[in-house]
């Protein structure tokens, strides 16, 4: 796979948003740190050996670092909801359009 891929992670939250291309969010790195709050596109549309991975620009504010949420692709648009922000769960909900250019 080519491109900007996320750090190693765990309790992120993942969905497809089209056919053969997923968003990843989110997620713990370890020793009590939080993943960036990036949002990563894997488009594996070119074939699996031509993957790509790349930082999906947001326009905005964001649902900020957070682990074990939940992510939904809704066209057109990807939900975020609640998850724990590292001193605390939220019941918080984000909502992207995906078909708005940034």
């Not at 740190?33 to 549309?45: I, T």
């Not at 991975?53 to 074990?68: C, K, Q, S």
Request: with cysteine; hydrophobic share 40%; proline share 6%.
């Amino acid at each position: 796979l080519n491109g900007v891929a996320p750090s190693p992670r765990a309790a992120h939250a993942s969905t497809s948003v089209e056919l053969m291309q997923m968003v990843v969010y989110g997620g713990a790195t370890g020793g009590g740190s939080l993943a960036s709050d990036d949002l990563f596109l894997l488009d594996m549309r070119q074939g699996e050996d031509l993957g790509q991975w790349m930082i999906v620009p947001v326009v905005g504010a964001t649902p900020g670092r957070r682990y074990g949420h939940t992510i939904q692709f809704s066209k057109p648009y990807i939900l975020v909801f609640g998850g724990n922000i590292g001193t605390e769960a939220v019941n918080d909900v984000w909502c992207l359009s995906v078909e708005k250019a940034p």
